[in-house]
């Protein structure tokens, strides 16, 4: 599987963006997909999760803010990012993985990650 995500920019706080990751082959539908970020000087860290059968997940730092949602016919998960906040600022990365995990290690594909800048 090949990942590419884009979507990210520069945001002032308060605003909104959705992110994108466009994934090549046909068993898209069968992944589960996640976002995780990266902060400079600082762990990746998960975002957000879509199972192959559609449940969503997600840490208190972002549950109401943010939502995962995937389009199995065009192969691309979403990353809709509401209410933005400067310490959401990263790099923003899409994986995948056979079955449901919550750590960045055992994922097995990355997308190239996409840079958010949130403004204060």
């Known amino acids: 599987v090949q990942l590419q995500a884009s979507g990210g920019g520069l945001v002032q706080a308060g605003g909104s963006l959705r992110l994108s990751c466009a994934a090549s082959?046909?068993?898209?539908?069968?992944?589960?997909m996640s976002w995780f970020r990266q902060a400079p000087g600082k762990e990746r860290e998960w975002v957000a999760l879509?199972?192959?059968?559609?449940?969503?997940y997600y840490p208190d730092s972002v549950k109401g803010r943010f939502t995962i949602s995937r389009d199995n016919a065009k192969n691309t998960v979403y990353l809709q990012m509401n209410s933005l906040k400067p310490e959401d600022t990263a790099v923003y990365y899409c994986?995948?993985?056979?079955?449901?995990?919550?750590?960045?290690?055992?994922?097995?594909?990355w997308g190239q990650g996409t840079q958010v800048t949130v403004s204060s």
């Open positions: 082959g046909s068993t898209f539908s069968s992944y589960t």
């Open positions: 879509i199972s192959s059968g559609g449940s969503t």
């Open positions: 994986a995948a993985r056979k079955s449901t995990s919550f750590a960045a290690r055992m994922y097995d594909y």
